[in-house]
């Protein structure tokens, strides 16, 4: 009796462990491949109007973007901690370290006195690869927030500073607004203090191309820039641009290694098409946005037990709305692609056109043809035939019209923005501010622990939720 029992318990130990065994394994609940997508500036009204010109050129069913059909959504709220209505550094700190500040902070306190770890430098403890891509100047706020510690946004040879000097894995996309300056009274340039703390700079396309998987960091900087060290517009890119896409396809190819990686991508050019009112052109930086979260998207199908992507916004500019006065339920999205270039690139042909032109009625109506052959708007048999009152508003723009340039986002000739304005009031768009606001912005996540933000957030919970998920 006593050999029955111990066989019997033998027995039905192993086939316990047998049992135990044979059972499907728990998934890992922790991210080892982290995205955080940032589209400056992109609130619902952005990335909805974007959908609808797409649908239209296609001519056939809603066409929604890819991220916008990720399982997680929620809505988050962007205030600062001395203003309601945010700017980028503010919120970008928000974003990056889970903390509120002051307006201009860079991931420092409200006094500017004490850093904030950042998400990024947490991840790189960890051991994670970090990598920080910018389609707008990469000490700009947005990028800034998430390596750099500043008590001012505008302190650009410093940030910079802070860029060379730190352990991040790959930066990509614009370049340096003040490269060179001072300490102890000597002249610094940033990317020669780059290259001395181990970054291999990056400034061609063959250089990029080229570009394979080591241990060495990287900093790209895109060849072809313009105002304020940032790349094109994606309205205005030649074919063979390296795009914000190509830079995350590339990143993504340089970091994935064992230990993981988190990447920081912004769109931060649609932040300055909404400050300007160019729904023209601000519809294809949110497709260039979207094409690069793809990138991500094609990684997290070959990794889809392992990697979180989050898209979001620091804030939204421009009171976009869907609907105005004039076209009141009608739209027509698809007049959106009359426009030919961004307002900026307008008022070169404007300059050069001013040359040899006169402002009087017979100079407007030779400018009507300028208007016609990038925005559509003109006279009889043009794609967009102006009204009486269109008419009116864009003669006196054309007698205001001046050259001044000058400003953070560019300042659109008085001609070039009341094109933009004429041409979103035929598609049934309208704008209430060219500065920011402070409606909610969407989330929208893809993988790991997903469903963490299908709720209502502050965007101080957006960090704090992903490190939940990494550690």
């Known amino acids: ?80 901690a001395n203003r309601y209505i945010t700017g980028s550094a503010a919120a970008g700190t928000a974003l990056a370290t889970g903390n509120k500040t002051a307006i201009g902070r860079i991931s420092m306190d409200t006094s500017g006195t004490v850093p904030f770890v950042t998400i990024a430098e947490k991840a790189r403890k960890k051991g994670m690869k970090v990598g920080i891509i910018s389609s707008v100047s990469i000490d700009h706020a947005t990028p800034a927030v998430f390596y750099a510690h500043q008590p001012k946004r505008d302190m650009y040879f410093e940030i910079g500073l802070d860029l060379a000097k730190s352990n991040v894995d790959f930066f990509g996309g614009g370049g340096f607004r003040h490269p060179e300056g001072e300490v102890d009274g000597k002249a610094v340039d940033v990317i020669g203090v780059a290259q001395q703390n181990g970054f291999q700079y990056i400034n061609s396309k063959e250089g990029f191309d080229a570009l394979t ?135 070169i042909v404007l300059s050069e056109w001013r040359k040899n032109n006169h402002l009087n009625n017979k100079g407007f109506k030779k400018m009507l043809k300028v208007t016609e052959e990038y925005f559509g708007l003109g006279g009889d048999g043009a794609p967009i035939e102006l009204d009486d009152n ?56 893809l993988g790991i622990g997903h469903e963490s933000f299908s709720v209502n957030l502050d965007n101080t919970d957006i960090p704090k939720l992903i490190w939940e998920i990494i550690e």
């Open 213 to 347: 998987p080591s241990e060495n960091k990287v900093l790209f900087v895109n060849p072809e820039l313009t105002n304020g060290a940032a790349m094109y517009y994606a309205i205005d890119q030649p074919e063979e641009y390296i795009t914000l896409a190509d830079i995350t396809g590339k990143a993504i190819q340089y970091l994935e290694n064992e230990n993981g990686f988190f990447m920081m991508v912004e769109g931060g050019k649609i932040d300055w098409l909404c400050h300007a009112n160019d729904a023209g052109s601000m519809v294809y930086e949110v497709l260039d946005f979207s094409a690069a979260v793809d990138e991500a998207v094609k990684f997290y199908n070959k990794h889809p037990d392992e990697t979180l992507i989050v898209v979001t916004a620091d804030h939204e500019t421009g009171g976009f709305g869907l609907g105005n006065n004039r076209m009141k339920y009608d739209s027509d999205y698809a007049l959106l692609a009359n426009q030919k270039i961004s307002g900026d690139e307008f008022n």
């Open 1 to 80: 009796m006593k050999y029955f029992r111990i066989t019997t318990f033998v027995i039905l130990s192993i086939s316990l462990i047998f049992f135990v065994s044979c059972q499907p394994k728990e998934k890992d609940t922790k991210a080892k491949y982290v995205f955080l997508f940032i589209g400056d500036g992109m609130g619902i009204s952005q990335v909805i109007v974007t959908e609808a010109f797409q649908t239209a050129l296609a001519g056939g069913e809603y066409a929604p973007l890819g991220f916008r059909q990720f399982p997680g959504t929620g809505l988050s709220t962007t205030f600062a």
């Open 390 to 445: 269109e008419l009116e508003i864009l003669n006196k723009a054309f007698i205001a019209y001046d050259l001044s340039q000058e400003g953070e986002y560019g300042k659109y000739s008085p001609l070039t923005y009341q094109s933009t304005m004429v041409l979103a009031g035929r598609v049934g768009l309208g704008w209430t501010s060219q500065s920011h606001t402070a409606v909610a912005v969407p989330v929208f996540a």
